[in-house]
Structures are given as C-alpha cells and as structure tokens.
C-alpha cells in the first residue's frame, strides 16, 4: 500500500503558541488530504478535508481560523494549530487519497502526531 | 446523522482464542463498511471491506459480514495470535462507490491484547 509520513510524530508546546504538523504521501499523488482529531477512548472525528490548490472544508464545530489547513502540493498538507491551548492536547491523524497504478483509489493514514499543550 | 458503535474494550485474550469484535451503525444512504486495524506506533490499515448486504470481507483470517437486517458488521477471527494485537476501528462511508476514498466515520475503536 501507499505510505503517507506526518511530522513531527510528538510534540509538546507552551500555552499560546502556534504549531504545525506536516502530512506527506510519500509516493502517490494525493489529491484529497483529510484531517482528524483523536481524543483517548474516542473515535477519530474529521476535522476538514483539503484539497490540493483549494481552500479546506471545515466539519461543522471545527474553527477554522483556530485549525489552519493548507495543502499546497500534491504530496504535502499542512495542520497549523494557532494559539494553542490545554484543551487542543489531542492525537491529529491524516490520511490521503489519490489515484495509484492500476487504478487503486483508497484512503491512506498517517501514524499520527500527538500534541500536549502545557 | 451516520454513526458507528463498537464494543467497548479493551478486549484481552489467549493465543488460539476466537475473536469477536461487534459494530453496529446507522447511517442516512446505503454505506460500504469497513475495519481498519491500528499497530501500535502506525497508521490505520484497511483490514477489510463490504460494500453491499451479505458481503463477507475476509484477510489474515479476519471476516465480517455486512448484515442490513441487523445493521452490523461483526468482525471475528477463529484463532488470534500475539501479532494481532493492536487497536481495531469499525468505519463506514456513504459517498465512494465501494472505497474508502470518500468520509470516513469512525467507531470509537476497540483495544485487542493477546496474551502468548
């Protein structure tokens, strides 16, 4: 299957600052990137999908300006939490999609990256 | 809305032990279903898939079957080893034709210890 890399897989950040995860496909194309906030226990909730050159469309109760997405390159979208706070602490997943050799067109995850905001 | 329950875990067992993790789902159109599978320190893997009712998706000894009737999507294993420990997710998708290409929902996924 395709491998899809984010970046960094932890990070721990003061309260305030801004930080940002990176999600690659490594070796297709993808034109979809979708985002998704893990909570422990809890299932993964989709935050936004972006498309490659577009502006990201944000699930209901997501803030977008808080959650800036952008997916400027076929293999690279980018997570930025703004002013992060405690409550942002969360596990952020990323999976893409796009059209492989053969036709294969099914969605791949990242390993995720967790986030602690103290 | 469209939503995914699965049994809560975690779930612990022996070597050579049967495996049932249940799903149930609702959803607003006619879903494909889905298990993924979670190891630890990687990315969500598609375990297997159906995309109409009766469908049986089977890999590495897993199945489940696509029961409308019953909105379930079981998935069961007759002999677990060590190496399939890891977390399991139950999904479904409305919108992409028999992939995962489209949204995804998610169960809130299921712990598997197994124990040598």
């Known amino acids: 299957g395709a491998v899809v890399s984010q970046h960094p897989s932890w990070v721990i950040c003061k309260s305030g600052t801004s930080v940002k995860i990176e999600c690659r496909s490594l070796?297709?194309?993808?034109?979809?990137m979708f985002w998704y906030r893990q909570f422990p226990k809890q299932s993964l909730m989709l935050m936004a999908t972006?498309?490659?050159?577009?502006?990201?469309?944000?699930e209901q109760g997501v803030e977008k300006d808080k959650f800036l997405i952008n997916h400027a390159s076929l293999t690279l979208s980018t997570l930025t939490v703004t002013s992060a706070h405690p409550e942002d602490s969360s596990f952020y997943i990323c999976s893409a999609r796009g059209r492989l050799p053969g036709g294969y067109n099914e969605q791949f995850f990242g390993p995720g990256t967790r986030l602690t905001v103290l | 809305g469209d939503s995914v329950t699965q049994m809560e875990g975690p779930v612990t067992l022996s070597e050579e032990a049967f495996l049932t993790i249940n799903c149930t789902y609702t959803a607003t159109g006619y879903p494909s279903l889905f298990w993924y599978v979670q190891y630890p320190g990687e990315g969500l893997q598609l375990l297997l898939k159906a995309t109409k009712a009766d469908d049986k998706g089977s890999n590495k000894g897993f199945e489940a079957t696509y029961r409308k009737e019953t909105t379930s999507f079981h998935l069961e294993k007759g002999s677990v080893q060590v190496s399939d420990s890891a977390v399991y997710f139950c999904?479904?998708?409305?919108?992409?034709?028999?992939?995962?290409?489209?949204?995804?929902?998610f169960g809130q996924g299921t712990i598997l210890t197994v124990h040598p």
């Open positions: 972006s498309n490659e050159g577009s502006k990201a469309t944000y």
């Open positions: 070796d297709f194309q993808a034109t979809t």
């Open positions: 999904a479904l998708s409305v919108d992409a034709g028999g992939t995962s290409y489209g949204k995804l929902t």
